[in-house]
């Protein structure tokens, strides 16, 4: 089950909270004038979680699980086939489990490993949060009641989201498609969802919109993730038929 919003009231006040912070909600990323341009040729931009892992002494060596591959390849079966044509580059963590799940997803596609999309880059701060409040919605980790943990976070799913969204516009400026389609990117949880309303802030989305609570109140299941779109400047959550009838 997806946790959705309780009421927009409660995500105004948050809205609110996250603003007055020094990295807050509004401040991930400035809107960026260009960006219509940099996108020409792409008018979605999926977003998509590894699969299900083997456990591992090592974060970075973890490696899909048979359930994870299944994961990867229903969800290229399913909501991937509905979101074709795909961008022939793929933006990728380059954790093997990402880098699997991509290849499976996609076979056809070309991967492109960009460093700053690997979780592990948030160790250690990030890591021993991560520890305490696990796989959450975005918003549990943005509402923290320890200050000093809140405030890291933002900070540190601020500079993803900035990070991820400056080389999806790069990357776009460089790899132009000649018709509509679909960029996917894979990466983990609960980065994603910060880099989803990174990116939507800075394609200058209505940030008051109801499909912000999408990305901010829903927990990033396995070999799932969003859809930002731009026609429709809307976010939607993608699920798995297996998942959904769970």
Known sequence: MLRMKKGSARFASVFIQLASSCRGFQDWVAPIPAFKDATVGVRRIGFLRHGNTLPSSIDWERPLSEIGRQQAIE??????????????????????????????????????????????????GGSAIFRKIGYAPLLDYLENENQQERELMHQLLGAYARETTTAIVNHLKETKSSEDCTLWIVGHAIYLPSAVVGLAQAAGFDSEDDSFQVALSTSTHEAEGYLVDFDTQSIRYLQRPSNQKQ
């Not at 969800?75 to 795909?86: D, R, Y």
């Open 75 to 124: 969800a290229g079966q399913s909501f991937g086939k509905e979101l074709e044509p795909f961008h022939p580059f793929l933006l990728v963590s380059p954790a093997p489990r990402t880098m699997e799940t991509a290849r499976l997803f996609c076979p056809t596609a070309s991967l492109l490993p960009i460093q700053s999309l690997y979780d592990g880059t948030m160790q250690p």
